[in-house]
């Protein structure tokens, strides 16, 4: 098969403002900015965000073209995938996570929960409503036992669990 009858890449163009990924093209990392990032985490920390950055960043960058096609775009997944040292799946989940991060900070561990990925006083509101609900004479819906504590959350400034959280909270309890 001759190489001639592979099509040239599409040449760069201006991208307008209108279209999707614009704005991640504008996400720059500093000397300073990185320096900081070392001092408050581990080195090994910041190179694992910095490689999954990087790694979206470029996705976006080499797909966002209206020439690209759906299979172009999955064959890119794939290599990135693969030189990343990463699935398909993970790197789906990192491109979403940099899609609305647009930044290094955004792959960062979070500190603020202990890792656990429902807060503390999430848990707790669960855990209160729950008690409460099973304490009543009069039978609750799930449905409405999970808006009462999305409502509470809401209340208490907390972004709403899951609704699978509050079912396995809800399973757990009845042990």
């Known amino acids: 098969m001759s190489h ?13 403002p209108d279209e999707p990924f614009a704005e991640l093209r504008a996400e720059n990392l500093d000397t300073k900015q990185l320096i900081t990032l070392l001092d408050q985490w581990s ?21 966002d073209n209206r020439d690209v096609s759906r299979a172009d775009k999955t064959r890119i997944l794939k290599m990135l995938a693969l030189s990343a040292g990463i699935s398909t799946t993970r790197l789906h989940a990192l491109l979403n996570q940099y899609f609305y991060a647009r930044s290094i900070e955004g792959f960062l561990p979070t500190l603020e929960n202990d890792g656990r990925r429902v807060e503390t006083r999430v848990e707790e509101i669960i855990a209160e409503e729950i008690e409460r ?43």
């Open 4 to 16: 001639s009858s592979r099509q040239s890449p599409p040449s760069p163009r201006n991208i307008a």
């Open 43 to 63: 080195e090994p920390v910041v190179a694992k965000a910095w490689m999954h950055f990087t790694v979206a960043k470029t996705y976006f960058s080499l797909t």
């Open 133 to 175: 609900a099973q304490s009543n004479p009069e039978p609750q819906t799930r449905v409405a036992l999970m808006a009462l504590i999305r409502q509470r959350c809401q209340n208490e400034g907390f972004g709403p669990p899951a609704r699978n959280t509050i079912l396995m909270r809800i399973k757990s309890s009845l042990l």
